[in-house]
């Protein structure tokens, strides 16, 4: 995996700011999604150089190995700036151009209620490209995408813990989830119990052992599967 595939396209794609943010919000999503026979991917906008360890070499290395051990289908690491991620249309764009070569049909992103302001950033740029991405006239070498992709976002701050409106069981694929975040060796330790007293607390809702929580602004409609997808 060499961090920019192109000529794909996926069912479902997962967009953080930072190398690890889809890791920890919806890596048992990506799993279950892709043992269903959905296609998948991982889009992250920065290297994570303001990182409080691990220069960009070393986090886009572990993110390549984390997505490696997830499967997806596709993954890419822009350059925008960590720490300095702003709501612009300029890297809205950016965006755009992934989701029109890609063409999902389910975006993730972080939650806009959080206290990093990249995640915040994130949560509208996904929101905004999603719309944009519809529109003709914007990067006219691929279709437009229409429908307009579905957009769940996951709660990452866990000063802020969120009542999700969907908690999926991810029970029988948490130890896959813990491998792709130990992957992220420069950053992880204390995050690992973190992310699992939040996993435990999303899995207590449902009930299950672990649970991954989503939130929607917009209501979305079931398949005759009775899936959102």
Not at 110 to 133: K, M
Not at 148 to 159: E, G, V, Y
Not at 197 to 210: E, F, N, Q, T
Request: hydrophobic content about 40%; aromatic content about 8%; glycine content about 6%.
């Amino acid at each position: 995996m060499n961090g920019h595939r192109t000529n794909t396209t996926v069912d479902i794609l997962a967009i953080g700011a930072h190398p690890d943010d889809a890791e920890i919000g919806c890596a048992g999503l990506l799993i279950k999604a892709k043992a269903r026979g959905l296609r998948t991917g991982i889009l992250v906008l920065t290297q994570g150089e303001m990182g409080t360890f691990g220069d960009p070499e070393t986090r886009r290395a572990e993110a390549e190995a984390a997505a490696r051990i997830l499967q997806v289908d596709a993954f890419r690491i822009l350059d925008l700036p960590d720490a300095r991620l702003e709501f612009n249309y300029e890297n809205t764009l950016r965006i755009v151009e992934v989701l029109r070569e890609w063409r999902p049909r389910l975006l993730l992103s972080p939650h806009e209620d959080d206290h990093h302001p990249d995640h915040v950033a994130t949560a509208r740029l996904v929101e905004r490209a999603a719309f944009l991405a519809t529109r003709p006239a914007l990067f006219p070498q691929y279709e437009p995408l229409i429908p307009q992709p579905r957009h769940l976002t996951f709660p990452l701050s866990f000063q802020r813990p969120l009542r999700p409106h969907f908690v999926l069981d991810i029970t029988d694929v948490y130890g896959i989830k813990q491998q792709a975040l130990q992957a992220h060796g420069s950053q992880y330790g204390p995050i690992l119990f973190a992310v699992e007293i939040v996993a435990r607390y999303y899995g207590m809702m449902i009930p299950a052992a672990y649970g991954e929580g989503f939130l929607t602004k917009n209501p979305h409609p079931l398949t005759d599967a009775l899936g959102i997808i």
